[in-house]
């Protein structure tokens, strides 16, 4: 089982700021989805990323998956309250199911 | 409405009981699965299920079983429950392997 690593643990930033998050692996993964989840939730798909080098966005948030395709980052430009919550990277897992990344608890305060 | 649903949404019990979760998916979806959260937010696969084909993580005990009486639903029965499987216990479906998962909401189970 291939594991994830994300970084920072915890982040808490003030509103309008910006912020980047980070999901490694060891190992090259063949894609690559980034979830949030908020509290009394069950996680919310944000984005699949497939191709080495690509960048998505998604209004105020950019993804990125590393050349190698063995790292991606989640950049939020302004953040604001609303996007409080779990941060969880995942990629699959021989097929089978997705592994997560133990995730990156953001708070946003007003 | 509702993608995944599962019920209930909190269930407390007692050391030693058996109890079930149920859950349906109105997506039309092919695999579905059960994932546990632990206290550390971590979420970690206990079961999928695709095309009446269960894959079993080998860590799960024997006492979790999965039921699937159709292909919309995947319900999680649990035999003599135990402290440690207090935990938030998600329900999700895909339409087939590697496809984004689309979760429930949820069940926090507390056992006491």
């Known amino acids: 089982t291939q594991l994830l690593e994300q970084s920072p643990q915890f982040l808490s930033i003030q509103e309008g700021e910006n912020l980047t998050v980070y999901c490694n692996s060891s190992s090259v993964f063949s894609s690559l989805q980034w979830y949030r989840q908020e509290p009394g939730e069950g996680p919310v798909l944000l984005v699949t990323v497939v191709t080495g080098g690509e960048v998505k966005k998604l209004k105020r948030l950019t993804f990125q998956f590393g050349d190698a395709r063995k790292d991606s980052s989640l950049h939020i430009t302004a953040a604001q309250p609303g996007d409080t919550g779990l941060y969880l990277c995942?990629?699959?897992?021989?097929?089978?199911?997705?592994?997560f990344g133990p995730g990156t608890r953001l708070s946003v305060l007003p | 409405d509702t993608a995944v649903s599962q019920t209930p949404k909190y269930l407390v019990t007692q050391m030693g009981n058996d109890k079930s979760i149920k859950c349906e998916q109105n997506?039309?979806?092919?695999?579905m699965y059960w994932y546990k959260q632990d206290s550390k937010k971590f979420l970690k696969i206990m079961f999928s299920y695709n095309n009446k084909e269960l894959i079993i993580n080998e860590t799960v005990p024997n006492r979790f079983s999965p039921k699937s009486p159709d292909k919309a639903h995947l319900n999680l029965h649990i035999n003599s429950l135990e402290l440690g499987d207090s935990a938030v216990y998600f329900c999700?479906?895909?339409?087939?392997?590697?496809?984004?998962?689309?979760f429930g909401n949820g069940t926090r189970l507390t056992v006491t």
């Open positions: 995942a990629i699959p897992d021989y097929g089978q199911n997705f592994v």
């Open positions: 997506l039309g979806h092919d695999t």
């Open positions: 999700a479906s895909s339409q087939q392997i590697n496809s984004p998962l689309h």
